[in-house]
């Protein structure tokens, strides 16, 4: 029984202890002003949609007071809010320290591909399906889509995430979105692939990066496979007889590879 006793009066002395350090800092938070702004833009190594310098823009263009003014008067939510409007923006983090900084971290679309539909000036997709507009600053290196990819204003709404509700002939958009994110996967094909090319029937061809050779993929049915073929041809034909001498690579059949030489 004393035991218990004493017990209940040590956990009684930590709860007080602790509401008391809690008011101690709710005090020293009221009085702290904000003393620096620390940004960190993920892999901004790679991708350089957002600098360092578009997010202190685009929080100065918000007209938020932070920076030498009460840490406790800031709202990171609407900070956090402000950031993720900017297309290029995944998530965006804001937090305070005791010290009196405040801390944003914001992570970036990366995108995979660029769609150049007939008449229009484009987009890029990224590995989630979000459509992100061109920038006027910053091109990545991503494979090109081009020719006959016509899309309703719709589809392209609120990005690429409702396939089953795509009407058919426009589910083409996805299967290119598969194909990109199976280069992205695999660095072979990351470095070779720079273009794909669809034709009025709907059918593909690879534009690579070396080699002077027409590469017809056909449709994108088993498109893993095709590759996985082509790849060999890489390996153990090309190794053997060279990557200019043949005109033409077709891998529209299954389990095989034509050739035509030049």
């Not at 600098?51 to 009460?70: A, C, F, W």
């Not at 609407?78 to 965006?92: D, F, G, Q, S």
């Not at 088993?222 to 053997?240: D, T, V």
Request: aromatic share 10%; glycine share 6%; charged share 25%.
């Amino acid at each position: 029984m004393i035991k218990r006793i004493i017990h209940i009066i040590v956990w009684l002395m930590i709860l007080s202890w602790f509401i008391i350090i809690m008011g101690f800092v709710s005090d020293h938070n009221d009085d702290l002003l904000c003393k620096h702004i620390l940004i960190e833009v993920s892999d901004s190594s790679d991708v350089k949609f957002i600098t360092v310098g578009n997010v202190r823009k685009m929080l100065g263009e918000s007209g938020i007071d932070m920076q030498g003014y009460p840490i406790s008067q800031i709202n990171t939510r609407i900070l956090e809010n402000i950031l993720e409007e900017n297309p290029y923006v995944k998530n965006a983090e804001a937090y305070t320290t005791v010290m009196g900084d405040l801390l944003l971290s914001v992570d970036q679309r990366r995108p995979i591909i660029r769609v150049m539909p007939g008449g229009r000036e484009g987009y890029y997709i990224d590995n989630e399906g979000e459509l992100l507009p061109l920038s006027a600053s910053y091109s990545p290196m991503v494979p090109l889509v081009t020719g006959y990819l016509m899309l309703p204003v719709n589809i392209l709404e609120g990005g690429l995430q409702d396939r089953d509700s795509v009407e058919k002939e426009y589910q083409f958009i996805y299967d290119i979105l598969d194909f990109a994110r199976y280069v992205e996967t695999h660095t072979f094909w990351k470095e070779q692939i720079v273009q794909l090319y669809r034709d009025r029937s709907g059918e593909y061809e690879i534009i690579p990066r070396i080699g002077a050779h027409q590469i017809l993929l056909g449709s994108m049915d088993n498109f893993e496979e095709k590759l996985r073929n082509l790849k060999l041809l890489y390996e153990q034909g090309f190794q053997k007889y060279g990557w200019n001498n043949y005109n033409k690579i077709n891998l529209k059949y299954s389990n095989q590879v034509i050739c035509t030489k030049r």
